[in-house]
């Protein structure tokens, strides 16, 4: 954690539509504030794309990043025709954000749904892997696959990261939400690395929820939240909710965090359709900025800018167009000279936490961080694409491998079990998963084996996926079809 008396050097992204609005306001308002900060200024967005660059953050930006460590950004867009990956993707990618941390709590003066719940809630959302590796194959002309790729060390970071800001900020819940009743291993995986550890944090208390419970639980109840730990695309979805909960996007703040560099941004985008007509609400970047500052270690001059804004949507005499309507808003810039002239005041109402410095979890770097005692490898699952009935499928496997040391076990179709069996209503598409196992029970399955299969199988049918059943521990790493015995 840097010092907190040394002037911070900061690498600054304006950004696109209201960006360059709201990054000027927040500028502004921590200048007069006296924050010890110095920016550098760098391009990353639209007009980087549209200079021709697919990734849309030039080297210069990256490298200030790399030597900032810390980095305030405006929203970023793709525009349509340039750039196949996201900027603000690429960001967090490259540069290993794996939290993203969304603080949800109740602000006065704003006329929320929840107004009066005193909702004080952080989403704590995993931020680089799952569906949003990105890795996605079209494997028939019909059918689309994308892999949820889910690790132990990054489960084990984001649930480190949700427990130490828990300290940090003197919280006493932390929640873990999955989908692990369906997606055992994927989703299971956070939820028991969430159990493992938290025999390392006694002083806080722990609960796991189901993901779509959590959702209505918080629109129901959600001041009972206090931490909510979460995979990223549940993390995507829930965070959205819970900015709405509170008074919506022109309020949410945000912060990517990595163990190497921190990123703050607004979670609104760059709203195209208000761009440039000094009507934007600067609150949301401002508070993502004052996550900066404490994240500097910055606490007294975070607190007087957070309670300058408090005091300012408290008071309600110049807000923006998205808190009050049409008829009495104040501009943009309006409002931020309203906040600059309430620094040094305090609202006698709002309690700020009791911020620490976050204890970054430093989880072992090693590629192969989990060892099995034992594995074996005991059959396989061949995807083949075909446009035959599960049966006609079935029955011509059976006849392919009849002299193999395997033997079909089962195909499912879209997840259900359709051949051995009766015939079911299942609505089938040309993508069969076909199972393998060995006859032999107490022989491992050789790669010569699988070759034999595939070369066989690939005679007479198309396949396109080939995936080993393995067993760690004893225990499958596999899950069974509906269906399957
Ligand atoms: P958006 O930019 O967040 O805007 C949605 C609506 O929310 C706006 O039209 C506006 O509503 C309101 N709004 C958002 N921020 C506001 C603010 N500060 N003050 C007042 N009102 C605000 O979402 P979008 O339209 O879906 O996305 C636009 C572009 O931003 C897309 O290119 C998207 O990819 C990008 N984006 C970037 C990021 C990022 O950089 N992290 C995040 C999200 C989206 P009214 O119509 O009521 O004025």
Redesign the pocket.
């Known amino acids: 954690m840097p010092s907190n008396t040394a002037t911070h050097t900061v690498t600054l992204m304006p ?1 696109d ?2 960006g360059p609005e ?1 990054m000027q306001a927040t500028c502004r308002v921590l200048e007069a504030a006296g924050a010890p900060l110095r920016w550098e200024r760098c391009e990353a967005g639209a007009e980087v794309f549209k200079k021709g660059l697919a990734t849309g953050v030039p080297q210069e930006t990256l490298d200030s990043i790399a030597r900032n460590r810390v980095a305030l950004k405006g ?4 525009p349509v025709g340039y750039g196949e990956k996201s900027a ?1 993707v690429t960001l967090r990618k490259l540069f290993e954000l794996y939290g993203n941390v969304r603080p949800c709590r109740e602000l006065p003066g704003i006329q929320a749904v929840f107004a009066g719940r005193q909702i004080d809630l952080v989403v704590v959302r995993e931020n680089v892997e799952d569906l949003y590796a990105g890795i996605e194959h079209m494997q028939t002309p019909g059918v689309a696959q994308c892999l949820k790729l889910i690790t132990r060390k990054g489960c084990e970071k984001i649930v480190r990261l949700a427990f130490e800001l828990a300290r940090a900020e003197g919280r006493r819940k932390v929640t873990c939400a999955t989908k692990s009743n369906i997606m055992k291993k994927t989703e299971g995986l956070l939820k028991s690395t969430f159990e493992e550890l938290a025999r390392d944090y006694p002083e806080l208390q722990t609960e796991h929820v189901i993901i779509d419970n959590l959702a209505h639980q918080l629109v129901r109840w959600p001041e009972q939240y206090d931490v909510i730990v979460t995979t990223n695309m549940n993390g995507d979805i829930i965070s959205d909710l819970t900015s709405g909960l509170t008074g919506g ?2 309020l949410a703040p945000s912060a990517n965090i990595g163990n190497e560099v921190a990123m703050f ?2 979670v ?7 761009a440039g007509k000094d009507v ?2 600067p609150t ?1 970047l401002l508070l993502s900025a004052v996550m900066l500052l404490r994240h500097l270690g910055l606490f007294d001059v975070a607190d007087k800018v957070e309670h300058a804004i408090i005091v300012t949507l408290e008071e309600g005499r110049h807000l ?1 167009v ?1 808190l009050v309507g049409d008829d009495r808003a104040a501009t943009c810039t309006q409002f931020t000279e309203t906040v600059i002239a309430n620094l040094g005041r305090r609202s006698p109402h709002w309690t700020t936490h009791q911020y620490r410095p976050i204890r970054l979890p430093r989880v072992d770097p090693r590629p192969d961080l989990v060892h099995a005692r034992s594995r074996r490898v005991i059959g396989a699952d061949l995807f083949i694409e075909s446009g035959l009935d599960p049966h006609a499928l079935g029955e011509s496997l059976d006849r392919i491998v009849t002299a193999l040391p395997l033997r079909l076990k089962m195909i499912s179709n879209r997840g259900t079990k359709v051949y051995p069996g009766p015939r079911q209503i299942t609505d089938c598409v040309d993508h069969h998963r076909c199972r393998f196992v060995m006859r032999d029970e107490s022989r491992e399955l050789s790669d010569h084996d699988l070759a034999v299969l595939v070369e066989r199988v690939g005679a007479e049918h198309r396949w396109m996926h080939l995936e080993k059943l393995q067993v760690f521990n004893g225990e499958p790493g596999f899950t069974k079809a509906q269906g399957e015995d």
Do not use: F, Q, R, Y
Not at 268 to 274: K, M, R, T, V, W
């Open positions: 950004g539509g209201i709201v929203p970023l867009e793709t603000n996007l022109g941004e607004a609104h985008g760059s709203a195209p359709n208000i934007a609400n949301a923006t998205d």
